[in-house]
């Protein structure tokens, strides 16, 4: 294995470590975000069938 392609290797798997790196807070602000979301909605299902009447009334 010579130098070149090694430099390339490392490269490589440089800026996939760093795509990854960069990609993982907007993951777990996803999921989260969907969790939430998720609970939200299925902790009140009462709060949002009373509010739609309310603004299509105005």
Do not use: C, N
Request: no cysteine.
């Amino acid at each position: 294995m010579s130098l070149g392609s090694a430099l390339v290797v490392g490269l490589s798997y440089l800026f996939l470590y760093t795509v990854i790196f960069l990609a993982v807070p907007f993951v777990i602000f996803g999921l989260v975000w969907g969790m939430i979301e998720w609970y939200q909605g299925r902790s009140a299902p009462a709060s949002v069938p009373a509010s739609v009447p309310a603004d299509h009334k105005h």
